[in-house]
């Protein structure tokens, strides 16, 4: 699933106009990038987005086999709650 088939579901399900649905998805993913810098985002019943820090590493260049240095990055790890695994809150 991507962006455009979650819109036009909930648009559908909803029975409001995908236009809308679409603005509000984007502010909501607006919303969550920005607290992201900040603090881990916890939305109840469906996980937990937590930003880490993976440190710097040497990795190999799988085409020639020679060491490369691969910096320190932030990433963005979800895990999801029992409840999504379950789908007991559908």
Do not use: H, Y
Not at 60 to 70: D, S
């Amino acid at each position: 699933m991507n962006k455009t088939d979650l819109i036009k579901m909930v648009a559908e399900k909803a029975n409001k106009p995908t236009k809308e649905v679409a603005e509000i998805i984007d502010s909501f993913f607006k919303e969550l990038s920005q607290n992201l810098r900040e603090k881990d985002v916890s939305i109840k019943d469906f996980g937990t987005f937590k930003k880490i820090i993976q440190p710097a590493r040497i990795a190999r260049n799988p085409a020639t086999g020679e060491p490369v240095e691969v910096p320190e990055k932030e990433v963005v790890k979800f895990k999801p709650s029992k409840n999504v695994l379950n789908m007991k809150w559908l």
